[in-house]
């Protein structure tokens, strides 16, 4: 088995895989007319020309702790039935583990069609999604305004806007993608009916929606603000739609949305929770050492069980006046607490508040020790993805 990164005229074989993998039909003669648009690794056969199996690796910044580091994405996870349990999915995943030092990778994201299948590289559920549904009639308390305006190609927009809007919001949650670019939004919204709106406190861009509206329905894709008076202006600005829709459904919502605190009302709204991404730690030596840690001086030995010998190991942490010092020692060392990756990806990554009593009803957790200093310093920071891959 070779595994190896596709070659840019390997469109074809690509999308090949992927049309047996999720069932969806392609013209080999157009796949072969254009290049991959996409980083992607592959299992080929000993020939090197055979491709059995694929993942794509594209590569962002993640936000942790207020900061940028690089994170891969995993999608496109497919492979050719009469290759399948030959191992060519894993040797793909064990490529991509192996480049994590050199490529800087902090952390890695996907979306899953199974949880417990993932588990087995690693990763855990770091997500939760709120959904809100509501009656027209229940976003009455917010004044209609027109201080919104269309994203469009050479339109009253420019892309600086978005950034600046998304990028706020985004730093106030882990995991979130930095962006640096607009290609997350539609420039032919009459095309694409997914209409993005930048709503403007005089001339500041300050929130920003993305709608699609259908059969009586607005969607509301990705809505970002930064501050209680944007958040309300973009709602009031939504208002506008109501001689065309009767509901609103805000998707993508991370659980703790301040937009439940403004709406305020429970009856004939519906309220959902559903699980989202998983994520994985690639470097906790990386992530420890620029942790947010108390003021007070604390310090805890964290074992580190994972199979990637460039983790496994005892971490001891002192932390004091928000900062650390982190050592790695021998994987035998004496340990207060012992996490495998899943757990040490759900604690460090997914938002959630654990004690020691809490953290013990997950697989892979052992407490062998006073574990309160590293449960006083993580957990709880809200965290979110709009992103998908």
């Excluded at 399948?84 to 979306?111: H, K, N, Q």
């Excluded at 709204?269 to 994520?279: Q, R």
Aim: net charge negative; with cysteine; hydrophobic share 40%.
């Amino acid at each position: 088995m070779v595994i190896r990164r596709l070659r840019e005229d390997e469109n074809g074989k690509l999308d090949a895989v992927q049309s047996l993998a999720f069932s969806f039909s392609y013209d080999m003669e157009e796949s072969d007319g254009h290049g991959l648009n996409s980083e992607v690794y592959g299992a080929f056969l000993d020939d090197g020309e055979t491709l059995t199996a694929t993942i794509f690796t594209p590569e962002y910044d993640s936000l942790y702790c207020g900061k940028p580091f690089k994170s891969v994405g995993i999608g496109g996870v497919a492979s050719v039935p009469e290759y399948r349990r030959m191992g060519a999915v894993r040797a793909i995943f064990d490529e991509i583990f192996r480049m994590a030092p050199e490529r800087g990778w902090a952390t890695s994201f996907l979306y899953p069609f199974s949880y417990n299948y993932y588990r087995q590289y690693g990763y855990e559920r770091v997500m939760k999604r709120m959904r809100i549904k509501v009656p027209a009639n229940v976003l009455a308390k917010f004044p209609r305004n027109t201080d919104a305006k269309m994203y469009i190609k050479d339109g009253p927009v420019p892309e600086s806007d978005l950034l600046a809007v998304y990028n706020a919001y985004a730093a106030n949650y882990d995991c979130m993608f930095y962006r640096s670019s607009a290609r997350a939004y539609s420039a032919k919204p009459h095309k694409s009916q997914n209409l993005t709106y930048v709503w403007y406190d005089g001339e500041t861009p300050a929130a920003l929606a993305t709608v699609r509206c259908q059969d009586g329905v607005m969607k509301v894709r990705e809505l970002c603000y930064t501050s209680p008076d944007a958040l309300r202006g973009i709602l009031g600005f939504l208002r506008m739609f109501e001689g065309q829709v009767s509901e609103y459904k805000f998707e993508e919502l991370p659980p703790d949305s301040e937009l439940e605190l403004l709406l305020g009302e429970y009856v004939d709204v519906e309220y959902s929770l559903d699980n989202g991404a998983m994520g994985r730690v690639l470097l906790p030596q990386l992530l420890l050492e620029n942790s947010i840690y108390p003021e007070e001086f604390g310090h805890f030995r964290l074992q580190i069980d994972d199979p990637l010998s460039y983790n496994r190991g005892v971490y001891a942490v002192e932390y004091v006046r928000g900062e650390a010092q982190v050592i790695r020692m021998p994987f035998d060392s004496a340990y207060d607490l012992s996490l495998n990756v899943p757990a040490l990806s759900r604690i460090l990554l997914g938002g959630e508040r654990f004690d020691a009593r809490r953290a013990a009803y997950m697989d892979g957790v052992k407490i062998n020790g006073n574990a309160d200093d590293f449960f006083r310093a993580f957990g709880g920071r809200p965290n979110n993805l709009l992103e998908k891959f």
